[in-house]
């Protein structure tokens, strides 16, 4: 059982930017995926980033491409999305999601550990 951990939500008003963090216990860190996904209320869960185990590849949501950037860290094993020019459409928890190889996916089938997730919140 992989643990999986987010941080960094909170409140903020639209235009600004805050940077979420998530730590994964997956072994090796390196060898995997990873992804960010989120769901508002009321909506299903959807994709937001996903990245390369070795962190080239990246793919983006067209909601958040120009906005959002992915990047991972794997000498420390954390995986970062900085998210700026937020909207009140950006609401939402936020979870970190461990892929299941090393390849990045939209899907969330693609994703076998799931953080708690973190609340993001953008005031109008």
């Known amino acids: 059982q992989v643990q999986v951990v987010e941080f960094g939500g909170g409140l903020v008003q639209a235009g600004g930017s805050l940077r979420l963090s998530c730590t994964a216990s997956?072994?090796?860190?390196?060898?995997?995926?990873m992804g960010w996904f989120r769901q508002a209320p009321g909506k299903e869960r959807e994709f937001v980033a996903s990245i390369m185990s070795n962190g080239g590849l990246t793919y983006y949501a067209d909601s958040v491409k120009g906005r959002f950037t992915i990047s991972r860290d794997n000498s420390n094993n954390t995986m970062y999305l900085q998210m700026n020019s937020l909207e009140a459409e950006d609401t939402a928890v936020y979870y970190c999601a461990v892929g299941r190889s090393g390849w990045p996916d939209r899907s969330e089938i693609a994703y076998d550990s799931w953080g708690q997730g973190t609340q993001v919140t953008v005031s109008s």
């Open positions: 997956s072994y090796p860190f390196s060898k995997y995926a």
